[in-house]
């Protein structure tokens, strides 16, 4: 893990909170030259902290409004099988995050639908690709919280 320290955390913070921002608005918001802030930035990228920049999309505005979290139990616990599972969901769009689980669950899907309809379209799909011993869908009635930012460090413990 890079050392970060406190111009490091609040340059993350910027970006979380709007990577659109120019190198000169992010560089004067961390009170730091263009330049030096192009390099930290340069630099978390480089280490893999700063994967890519986005648009964050309303799901409502573009008609997928319909959250679903798909509980996936199986039989089957080969790398093999894994391996297909994998390259199935892949493919599948609708599904936006992809986990393998430890507890009484193997596998958390959240799936991104407009209506019930398409939601068991993306599960005939799923089911057609591969084989699962349980599937289990609950849909999300309100989202409460929902932010996309990683918790970072405190400020206050670094030197």
């Known amino acids: ?14 970006l979380q909170e709007d990577a659109s921002l120019s190198l000169n608005d992010l560089a004067g918001s961390v009170n730091l030259s263009t330049n030096a802030c192009w390099r930290r930035v340069k630099r978390l990228e480089e280490a893999g902290v700063i994967r890519k920049r986005v648009a964050l999309l309303d799901p409502q505005a573009v008609g997928c409004g319909v959250t679903v979290f798909v509980a ?5 616990h080969t790398h093999d099988w894994l391996d297909a599972f994998a390259k ?13 689980m430890s507890g009484d669950l193997d596998y958390l899907l959240k799936i991104l639908v407009a209506d019930i309809a398409h939601y068991d379209r993306v599960y005939k799909r799923l089911i057609k690709e591969i084989s699962l011993t349980d599937v289990s869908a609950s849909f999300a ?9 990683v918790p970072l460090p405190d400020k206050a413990t670094l030197s």
């Open 1 to 14: 893990m890079p050392e970060f320290d406190r111009t490091d955390l609040r340059i993350l913070a910027a």
């Open 72 to 76: 996936v139990r199986t039989s089957q």
């Open 88 to 100: 199935a969901v892949r493919r599948i769009p609708e599904v936006v995050e992809f986990y393998r």
């Open 141 to 149: 009635m309100e989202q409460i919280k929902y932010t996309t930012a």
